[in-house]
């Protein structure tokens, strides 16, 4: 259920009212509210604070035990609600409890599984939706549980290595900034101050860097508001479609990281039609929600086009063949499941290889990192060093 903030009249008083209302969508929010004698003058979906988002996030590792549970409990072979009920008493999280405490209550009133994770899209995405659904109706949703988090482990500790990769570089970062800030605000000024008291010129290289310390200091309220403004304006632009489509892109062609990013597409993508497959999801539906489940764009419209030429009677080994940015292993793999009969296998196969690919690339762009980092750290403070020394040299010589 959804929270909507509304301002409305009240028909039998003409009083102005303003509260919150939940429901499913703003069409259902505002039916409630003319049932409840209220004409809406504005609605809209509550948002929260900064502080009630970050508290309400649920952890990829609670939905992972959640689902862990679930499955070895319904496996068991105790009734739904009964393993809902226990699973939510284990549930430490505030926020994730309230989900469960609400899937409970709507299972009790008759739903199905899939339905009651469908009022919450934000924590339960279609990949997951579908699974239960087909779970629920071939009466293996234990097994069809036990998948999902299997692939949720496997996705979560991709992303875990490449965030690892970048903590580094991020930090040496950091580093650098810190030392040219250290160097402009305390070592410059005192550089100026000693030729100023000898009456000498200031290099041309000294004369940038101590006019650089001098615009930062008088005008950091200004760079401050300009550093705001432009990560404001970037977050606002990547949320657009343009903007989306621009990132997507980036990651797919950037140097260095393009080939990581296509193999991390791919694994999610194999893996997750796999699961769909292997469950019993038709292979449109498997093609479409797989395609999301990249988070990329680019990739879903690539086998968006592919799906098209399925649904047109091609094969998937052929319809996907000469996509764009879609590695040549998924249409072999395909090819050789089409053959056997056992296309979820060889598509699991397929994520399994670029998995590794994945682990060997995280691993080789690490080590080719740091060197580079290194060097770019002692160009940049050697050049500082340089600039304040080296008029120091000077002066003691002239004298």
Avoid: C
């Amino acid at each position: 259920m959804k929270k909507f903030v509304y301002k409305a009249r009240e028909t039998a008083t003409d009083k102005i009212v303003k509260s919150t209302v939940q429901a499913e969508s703003e069409s259902a929010a505002g039916k409630l509210l003319i049932e409840r004698g209220l004409a809406p003058i504005s609605l809209h979906e509550d948002q929260g604070g900064l502080l009630q988002k970050i508290n309400g996030r649920i952890p990829v590792k609670d939905k992972i035990v959640f689902t862990r549970q679930l499955a070895t409990l319904i496996g068991a072979g105790l009734p739904l609600t009964q393993s809902l009920h226990t699973v939510l008493d284990q549930t430490q999280n505030k926020a994730f409890k309230a989900i469960i405490e609400d899937i409970v209550t709507t299972v009790e009133s008759g739903k199905s599984l899939g339905e009651s994770f469908g009022k919450h899209p934000d924590v339960f995405n279609k990949v997951y939706l579908s699974l239960v659904a087909a779970g629920e109706v071939s009466g293996t949703l234990d097994d069809s549980l036990k998948r999902i988090a299997a692939q949720q482990e496997k996705d979560a500790a991709m992303m875990s290595k490449i965030k690892g990769a970048l903590t580094y570089p991020i930090i040496v970062v950091f580093v650098i900034f810190g030392v040219m800030a250290f160097m402009l605000f305390t070592v410059v000024p005192q550089v100026e101050k000693l030729y100023e008291d000898m009456g000498e010129q200031l290099p041309f290289l000294t004369q940038i860097m101590v006019g650089a310390a001098n615009f930062l200091l008088g005008f950091w309220w200004l760079v401050l508001i300009m550093v705001v403004g432009l990560v404001l304006g970037l977050r606002q632009y990547l949320k657009t479609e343009s903007g989306i489509k621009f990132s997507d892109t980036f990651k797919l062609n950037v140097p260095l990281f393009g080939g990581l990013f296509k193999r991390l597409y791919m694994a999610r993508f194999t893996r997750t039609a796999q699961t769909l497959l292997a469950t019993g999801v038709a292979m449109l539906d498997t093609l479409h929600i797989s395609g999301e489940a990249t988070s990329n764009t680019i990739v879903q419209q690539s086998i968006e086009n592919a799906a098209e030429k399925v649904k047109a009677g091609k094969p998937l080994s052929v319809a996907i063949k000469d996509q764009d940015y879609i590695l040549p292993l998924v249409p072999q793999m395909a090819g050789i499941g089409e053959q056997s009969g056992k296309i979820d296998e060889m598509l699991g196969k397929a994520a399994q290889v670029y998995e590794d690919e994945l682990d060997e690339m995280i691993r080789t762009i690490s080590t080719m990192i740091e060197p580079i980092l290194m060097v770019l750290l002692a160009v940049m403070a050697g050049g500082m060093i340089g600039a304040i020394l080296f008029p120091i040299y000077g002066l003691v010589n002239s004298v």
